[in-house]
């Protein structure tokens, strides 16, 4: 009689191994939760080539090995820019410090007539001095807002006028280390939210 009790205590014991070995095979199998929006396919995205305020041109396609947030903005924004930037600069506090290494913030002007490279440099400094931008002409950026299926338009004004607002996309593209775009995240998205997504592009 003890003999057999034993035998099911060992069976149920196993049992319970398998089932645990299996839970955590499932887990390490399972795909990460992003909070932010998915694209279907990951894709690289079109590559461009620009002069950044960093004194370096930026070059997209050269950024493999790190994580690139892109945002198209402009520094009068009132509303969409200084909250975006804001969030993703609390984003950069949560994270750990190896993680948000692997992390470059590339802001694309969508002003051409008042953003200068030097004043776009001059912006992103008041948010944090690791991010960068890039300032395309005219010409240029019609180019990668075509590329990038977004969409920035000044409201009328007069001609030398500078007091204007830019209806703009607020979304900001995430390339993760492979050159693939992977995410979007909303003006809504918070810095919590962008921080645990970042998180996990960081770790792959």
Do not use: W
């Not at 050269?62 to 924004?77: K, M, P, V």
């Not at 007091?163 to 703009?168: A, F, G, K, N, S």
């Amino acid at each position: 009689m003890r003999s057999t009790l034993k035998s099911v205590k060992v069976f149920v014991l196993v049992g319970t191994l398998c089932q645990l070995v299996l839970l955590a095979a499932c887990a390490q199998l399972a795909p990460p939760e992003f909070r932010g929006a998915l694209y279907g396919e990951p894709a690289p995205p079109p590559s461009f080539s620009l002069p950044a305020t960093n004194g370096e041109t930026f070059t997209l396609r050269e950024q493999r090995g790190r994580i690139t947030l892109l945002f198209f903005g402009y520094t009068n924004c009132p509303d969409i820019c200084p909250v975006t930037l804001g969030a993703i600069k609390s984003a950069y506090n949560l994270m750990e410090p190896s993680a948000r290494e692997q992390v470059q913030l590339v802001f694309i002007g969508v002003d051409p007539a008042r953003d200068t490279l030097d004043h776009i440099g001059g912006y992103l400094e008041g948010f944090n001095a690791g991010f960068i931008g890039v300032a395309p002409d005219e010409a240029e950026l019609s180019q990668m807002l075509q590329d990038y299926g977004s969409y920035a338009e000044a409201e009328p004004h007069e001609a030398g006028s500078h007091d204007y607002l830019v209806t703009h996309t607020g979304l900001t593209y995430v390339i993760d280390k492979n050159g693939n775009l992977r995410l979007g995240f909303f003006t809504d998205t918070s810095a919590a939210d962008m921080a645990h997504d970042l998180a996990i592009l960081a770790r792959e």
